[in-house]
T-cell receptor
Framework: EPEVTQTPSHQVTQMGQEVILRCVPI?????FYWYRQILGQKVEFLVSFYNNEISEKSEIFDDQFSVERPDGSNFTLKIRSTKLEDSAMYFCASTKKKISQGATGNTIYFGEGSWLTVV | AQTVTQSQPEMSVQEAETVTLSCTYDTSESNYYLFWYKQPPSRQMILVIRQEAYKQQNATENRFSVNFQKAAKSFSLKISDSQLGDTAMYFC????????????FGTGTRLKVLA
């Protein structure tokens, strides 16, 4: 079964450093997402990306964050000047072009997550 | 705005018994999907079951079934014949069928299956 892959699985970084988290979505998917889960808390939506641009972002996704799809396969989340509170599991996800009522296979597929620790 | 509420932070069940996890949501949308995801200690998000709001029939997937009450905006998960491998965090999630199809997650229920 196709899957979303994420790298690295775990990264430790110094506060103030830049981090890039990478994701390879499922090949025929066109909607891409980043979610964040702080330890012990719920999974929170960060951003969605479609047609090479951000389609929606949450209040968490401020100027510190950026996303891009540089080569048509990778989907990256960049965190500039990391803070201690950025420590979390970051999930990439993808889904097919259009989710409509009654269509089969409508679900969002998650990667296994990238665990970021800021020290 | 949509909200998802899971009022049971922790639950436990004896192996082979049945347990029900509760979820309520609030939305003004008429077309949406509801999901239950399992998150084991590995922290991977694993889809357990999905319910389309327009379907009156409750979804089932092997030992997992839901009780979907659209008018009450309730979406509970029943796990039958609980197994030790069911021990995990369970998240209820809402997705509207418009816009960017993002998920709204509940705060989760930690389920422990006891031997």
């Amino acid at each position: 079964e196709p899957e979303v892959t994420q790298t690295p699985s775990h990264q430790v970084t110094q506060m103030g450093q830049e981090v890039i988290l990478r994701c390879v979505p499922i090949s025929n998917h066109l909607y891409f997402y980043w979610y964040r889960q702080i330890l012990g808390q719920k999974v929170e939506f960060l951003v969605s990306f479609y047609n090479n641009e951000i389609s929606e972002k949450s209040e968490i996704f401020d100027d510190q964050f950026s996303v891009e799809r540089p080569d048509g396969s990778n989907f990256t989340l960049k965190i500039r000047s990391t803070k201690l509170e950025d420590s979390a599991m970051y999930f990439c996800a993808s889904t097919k072009k259009k989710i409509s009522q009654g269509a089969t296979g409508n679900t969002i597929y998650f990667g296994e997550g990238s665990w970021l620790t800021v020290v | 705005a949509q909200t998802v509420t899971q009022s049971q932070p922790e639950m436990s069940v004896q192996e082979a018994e049945t347990v029900t996890l509760s979820c309520t949501y609030d939305t003004s949308e008429s077309n949406y999907y509801l999901f239950w995801y399992k998150q084991p200690p590995s922290r991977q998000m694993i889809l357990v079951i999905r319910q389309e709001a327009y379907k009156q029939q409750n979804a089932t997937e092997n030992r997992f079934s839901v009780n979907f009450q659209k008018a009450a905006k309730s979406f509970s998960l029943k796990i039958s014949d609980s197994q030790l491998g069911d021990t995990a965090m369970y998240f209820c999630a809402f997705m509207r069928l418009s816009g960017t199809y993002k998920y709204i997650f509940g705060t989760g229920t930690r389920l422990k299956v006891l031997a």
